[in-house]
């Protein structure tokens, strides 16, 4: 099982900006794709932003214009630039491998409010 630690979460208010990191323990230049998830409180973990091995990018209709996805393989590493931040975004975020669904991480809180 291939296990990532995210981190970058914190308390911001509406229109800020964070950046996300996830870090796997082993090379991520070989997995088919990495994604960032989120699940808010008492909804269903939902998938917003994908990076193929190509380096193409899929971004949910939520997030798409404010969210972006980018890695550096070198670092094993796997980012989510977030910005425009709004209350609806507030959630624990994820990586994991959509097409090899491993075990979940721990997550990083983010928070909007004013």
């Known amino acids: 099982q291939v296990q990532f630690v995210e981190s970058g979460g914190g308390l911001v208010q509406p229109g800020e900006s964070l950046r996300l990191s996830c870090t796997a323990p082993?090379?991520?230049?070989?997995?088919?794709?990495v994604g960032w998830y989120r699940q808010a409180p008492g909804k269903q973990r939902e998938l917003v932003a994908r990076i193929f091995r190509d380096g193409a990018t899929h971004h949910a209709d939520s997030v798409r214009g404010r969210f972006t996805i980018s890695r550096d393989n070198s670092k094993n590493t796997v980012f989510l630039r977030m910005n425009s931040l709004k209350p609806e975004d507030t959630a624990v975020y994820y990586c994991?491998?959509?097409?090899?669904?491993?075990?979940w991480g721990q997550g990083t809180q983010v928070t909007v409010s004013s």
């Open positions: 082993v090379s991520i230049d070989t997995m088919l794709a």
């Open positions: 994991n491998q959509p097409y090899a669904q491993q075990s």
